[in-house]
């Protein structure tokens, strides 16, 4: 389904900020999942190299207009606000927002606030007590370090950030490309509270960095809150939106168009060869290194206990993991024991689930842990002991953060609804799958979650070649018949590249 987002902001005939900032972003990412953009003009601009010639708003009657004639074919998943230019405007916003999150209490706003354009110029006759009213209204405001100290009347700008939480605002994406800093380093701080369309509980921060080029790129501010904008309403979650923003705003910088003195930020698609941001804090103080895997995933069995894997390597499994949830700690060692002898004998790669202490002490091939277990785990003696390690993923963010870790495999999930875990505000579906694996195309990826001999050749054209699965394997008849259909669709299938 196409995604409807609106843009009210400006109109820049430069063609680098405002609403042709919003409409080339849109179009770009659309290319990930459909989207479309509807624009409300709120005033016409003349600006190019020797800065703002003149800025003309648009009545409100006229805005009033253009929100009426979409409604209600065109009904917003995402409304971003860019330049409002003054009160009146803003207060025709408040009300529409107001009326449109009572008919959709899904709908989420993004503002970007605009104050000034990057040549110089006040566009906005807004004053920060202008804003107060908006600020419960607003999910993500996009401010630059000036417009964050101006609206808040604060200097440091996690205070700043916070206080704008405290007004309200569910979440402040700080673009960081004003600070004098070597890294162009952009900070999202979320209200602990906020939810939305069923995600789970989000970090309350996240920090992403790239390099930064010297010159100024015009535009880039619009961009970047069009591209949180366009990936919320393709219903990626708040932190992985942010991800992809980044992704996209990194490689317009770099990709920028020079014209004359004057250069705007580029556009191109997020495809194989974007290029990650570096997500703060996640890299240990130490590199760590996991030994590769011996042989490629393939078809993976996650097995609730050792007689279950038995029956999987008498099945012709090559890759498995012993996944033991209720067992006392006699059972667990002597589960986990048995399990990687058998391994051992027949050649298959073994991954001990949770277990990493067992895992270690008993010489397990590899470990298997979840984000949540990370935090608690010894990562260093992992790697010390030479044990391949494989880190679950919900989504962007968290492929980010297990990809800075560099494990042996990265497992992404949940692809389909699983009776197995709950598995609720984290699904995947197939759509976002492409994106995952032309992001993290160096780390192999596998695919878990509802996986079936029904629905593995969908999952599998998305470009993802490993596929894990659980309840399809312990409920197949003839299990020596269900490995080997599996396997050999995997090893058969005509990938693209
Ligand atoms: C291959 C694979 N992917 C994901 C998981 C889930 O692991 P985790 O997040 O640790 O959750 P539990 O399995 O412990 O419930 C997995 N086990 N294997
Ligand atoms: C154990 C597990 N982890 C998941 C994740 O996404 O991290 S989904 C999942 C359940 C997979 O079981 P089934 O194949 O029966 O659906
Ligand atoms: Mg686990």
């Given at each position: 389904m196409t995604a409807v987002i609106w843009s009210i902001a400006g109109s820049d005939n430069s063609g680098g900020a405002g609403i042709q900032a919003d409409l080339q972003t849109i179009s770009q990412l659309g290319a990930l999942a459909p989207l479309h953009l509807c624009t409300l003009v709120t005033a016409v601009t003349a600006q190019g190299p020797a800065g703002l010639i003149a800025c003309q708003s648009v009545d409100v009657r006229l805005l009033q207009q253009q929100a009426q004639s979409l409604l209600p074919e065109h009904a917003p998943a995402v409304i971003k606000t860019g330049l409002l230019c003054n009160p009146q405007q803003l207060d025709w916003v408040i009300g529409l927002v107001q009326q449109l999150k009572q008919q959709n209490p899904q709908l989420l706003v993004v503002c970007?606030?605009?104050?000034?354009?990057s040549s110089g110029g006040e566009l906005s006759e807004l004053q920060p007590q202008h804003w107060q009213r908006f600020w419960p209204y607003v999910d993500v405001l996009t401010p630059n370090l000036p417009e964050l100290q101006y609206l808040s009347s604060q200097t440091n700008p996690a205070t700043a950030a916070d206080w704008l939480l405290q007004q309200g605002v569910k979440a402040v994406l700080i673009k960081g490309g004003h600070s004098d800093s070597a890294l162009a380093q952009d900070q999202l701080r979320i209200n602990p509270a906020f939810r939305y369309r069923g995600f789970p509980a989000y970090p309350q921060q996240v920090t992403l960095a790239s390099p930064k080029l010297a010159g100024n790129r015009h535009g880039t501010g619009c961009v970047l809150s069009a591209a949180l904008a366009g990936a919320l309403a393709q219903g990626f979650a708040l932190e992985d939106a942010f991800v992809l923003a980044k992704v996209y705003i990194q490689q317009g910088i770099q990709q920028a168009v020079q014209l004359g003195n004057y250069c705007h930020n580029g556009h191109r698609a997020v495809d194989a060869s974007s290029t990650l941001p570096q997500l703060h804090c996640?890299?240990?103080a130490q590199p760590l290194s996991f030994p590769p895997l011996s042989a490629p995933l393939g078809l993976y069995l996650v097995l609730p206990d050792y007689a279950t894997l038995a029956l999987a390597v008498a099945a012709g499994a090559k890759t498995v993991q012993l996944r033991l949830k209720q067992q006392t700690d006699v059972e667990l060692r002597r589960q986990i024991s048995a399990a990687i002898t058998l391994c051992r004998q027949h050649q298959v790669q073994l991954f001990i689930n949770d277990h990493w202490q067992l895992a270690i002490e008993l010489g397990a091939y590899g470990v298997h842990l979840g984000q949540e277990d990370v935090d608690q785990a010894n990562l260093q003696a992992i790697a010390h002991a030479g044990l391949r390690l494989g880190l679950s993923c919900h989504g962007l963010y968290k492929l980010l953060r297990a990809e800075q870790l560099q494990p042996s495999y990265l497992a992404i999930g949940a692809v389909f609804a699983t009776q197995?875990?709950?598995?609720s505000g984290k699904l995947q579906g197939l759509d976002k799958l492409p994106l995952y694996r032309q992001l993290f195309r160096q780390r192999p990826l596998v695919a878990i979650g509802g996986i079936t001999p029904q629905n593995a050749a969908a999952v599998l054209s998305t470009g993802i070649r490993h596929l894990a699965l659980v309840s399809a394997f312990v409920q197949a008849e003839y299990k020596p018949a269900f490995v080997r259909q599996l396997q050999q669709l995997i090893e058969e299938f005509p990938h693209a590249d």
């Open positions: 970007d606030p605009v104050k000034q354009c996640a890299v240990p197995t875990k709950d598995m």
